[in-house]
């Protein structure tokens, strides 16, 4: 596609619940990040794969965290059992490989989710 | 580790004032450094960057230069708009080839008529 699409923009979700966000980057794009941004707290990694593996899954918070890639395209990331601390804007982005970093990532509009 | 430091907002503005967001980072070797902007309801773009000590960066009246003496990589622009509202985000990708992006916290600004 044109852009980075991400779905749903806004997710609300009762605490214990599973959630799934997703990513559909720009086609070609074999990098794809996964980052959170909460208040005040600017963008905090979580995740990148190059291709359908990731190389660095060290910013994952806990193991209620999982994410995927198949195909070479779409991600989705899992949250199991929410907590309130979970609300935040996920972000996606993609880039062309993992060296283009220096080239810029392109990022989607995020998912807003919150937790009740 | 890397890290990104930038002042805190909001920062509050005039059209047509300078505006300077101060961006300092800590890093091994010789980082690229990004500026990124995120409006309003929108995604993060890329600003501007700099790949090596002393580069500028430019794009839309706004500029920085690539401090490797003072690890700084200040944003400024001679006069501000109020289409410039948003949120700055100073980051940085170390030289290793690792790709990912360590961002600071952002900076809020406001520019008023």
Request: include cysteine; charged fraction near 15%; hydrophobic fraction near 30%.
């Amino acid at each position: 596609g044109a852009g980075v699409s991400q779905s749903p923009s806004n997710k609300v979700t009762e605490k214990g619940k599973d959630v799934e966000l997703r990513c559909d980057p720009i086609s070609g794009h074999t990098a794809l990040y996964w980052y959170r941004q909460s208040l005040g707290q600017g963008l905090e990694f979580l995740i990148y794969f190059q291709g359908n593996s990731a190389p660095d899954k060290s910013g994952l918070p806990s193991d209620r965290f999982s994410a995927e890639r198949t195909g070479g395209s779409v991600s989705t990331l899992t949250i199991q059992r929410t907590q309130q601390e979970d609300s935040a804007v996920y972000l996606c982005a993609s880039s062309r490989s993992t060296g283009d970093s220096n080239y810029g990532y392109t990022f989607g509009s995020g998912t807003r989710l919150t937790v009740v | 580790g890397n890290s990104v430091t930038q002042m805190e907002g909001p920062v509050t503005l005039s059209e047509e004032a300078f505006l300077t967001i101060n961006c300092t980072y800590t890093a091994t070797g010789y980082p690229s450094l990004f500026w990124y902007v995120q409006y309003p309801g929108e995604g993060l773009q890329l600003l501007l960057k700099a790949t090596k000590a002393d580069d500028k960066g430019s794009n839309k009246g706004f500029e920085a230069t690539y401090r490797k003496e003072t690890t700084s990589f200040h944003l400024e622009k001679g006069s501000v708009q109020v289409s410039d509202s948003a949120v700055y985000f100073c980051a940085l990708s170390p030289y290793s080839g690792y790709s990912t992006l360590t961002f600071g916290k952002g900076t809020m600004l406001l520019v008023s008529p």
